[in-house]
């Protein structure tokens, strides 16, 4: 029998994520994010909770978008399902846009 990786992810909502960074997400093609993930429809994004923001200049992960990240993988989550119908966590700055 193989052996199986398991990841896990959480979904919270696309608040934690500022207008600027929210349009990057939508207009970047994924390939050329500062972070792997991807598209989630018209929904939101997936993304991997990266441990450490090494880039810089257009490389550099955004603050606010770092910032689910590190909280994700306090959580233990490897992976962050940002959807426009998710709830808002605690800990996390919200923006309003």
């Known amino acids: 029998m193989s052996s199986l ?3 896990t992810f959480v979904v919270i ?3 934690h ?4 960074s929210a ?3 939508d207009t970047v093609p994924s390939s050329q994010w500062p972070c792997v993930g ?3 429809g018209d929904y939101g994004w997936f993304l991997h909770a990266h441990e450490e923001n ?3 200049g257009k490389d550099r992960i955004p603050d606010d978008i770092f910032a689910v990240m590190t909280w994700a993988r ?3 989550f490897e992976y962050v ?3 426009c119908d998710a709830d808002s966590v605690d800990g996390l700055p919200s923006y309003d846009w």
């Open 5 to 7: 990786e398991v990841r």
């Open 13 to 15: 909502g696309t608040a």
């Open 17 to 20: 994520v500022t207008e600027a």
């Open 23 to 25: 349009k990057l997400l």
């Open 38 to 40: 991807g598209r989630y």
């Open 54 to 56: 090494c880039g810089t």
């Open 74 to 76: 306090q959580q233990g």
């Open 81 to 83: 399902l940002v959807d």
